[in-house]
């Protein structure tokens, strides 16, 4: 960044404090993003109302913007003077999260299965392994947390795969409980019958049998519908269609669906 403070700040006298400009320039664009705006048009923004980012380095840009976003310091981090309050800082992380995960989901679907990996040989997890300018974009290269062991696979090969058994996949019915009356259905039932051995106050009756109507229904038992695994597929929302991927080191998939 090339800046000796981070921006909003000055050292005054030996002690960091608020830049007041810089400052008021930091809760605008996270008030901006919270409100909707795009990280490059708040940057666009800020250049157009000829506001510098730095005397050396004028010109905004959507990572400044966002390294600001991202930067824990204005919350009180590292000896810093509280800039951003923690409700608005955390709900920035998490809109950005949210976000992210909508371009990883339109980018690079695989890696919505990123923490759903497991190794074939020990259960154990399996690690995306980074580095190496040999390392192609569109392949997965992991390794098992537990056992060491290494296996690649092309995004587009576990992906097929993943529709490949998808197709052959029949959900199970969704277990089903008895029936069990609770509490207030025994204590309301009690109630109609002494209501009845008294018809003289139907009006009463009349009440305690729609409150049992209402407490027995709240006892029926709930099923969940099976997920519509088709439609996840086509719309590539693999993270709410598959519970989890076992890969050999050969490369063999099997996977467990929700």
Known sequence: MNRKVLYGYQIE????????????????????????????????????????????????????????LKNRRYMGADGYPLLIVEDTFQAVQTTLQKKWGERTRRDRPVLQLRD????????????????GNSKRPDTLYLKCEQCG?????????????????AAGYTPTAPATTAYAPSGEVVRLTNAINRGLEKPE????????????????????????????????LQEERYEQAVQSVIISADSTVSVTFR
């Open 201 to 232: 106050q139907p009006e009463e009756v009349v009440s305690l049998i729609l409150q049992g109507i209402t407490a027995r229904y709240a006892c029926l038992p709930s099923e969940t519908p099976p997920i519509d695994l088709p439609r996840l």
């Open 149 to 165: 062991s290494r296996t690649v696979i092309p995004d587009d090969t576990l992906l097929a795969e993943i529709r490949r058994q």
């Open 13 to 68: 006298d030996g002690k960091l404090i608020h830049q007041p400009q810089e400052a008021e320039i930091v809760r605008r664009i996270f008030t901006l993003y919270l409100e909707g705006k795009l990280q490059r048009e708040i940057s666009d923004l800020l250049n157009g109302e000829g506001i510098l980012y730095s005397p050396d380095r004028p010109v905004w840009t959507k990572f400044r913007v966002a390294f600001i």
């Open 116 to 131: 759903r990996l497991y190794c074939q040989h020990c259960g154990g997890r399996l690690k995306r392994i980074f580095g």
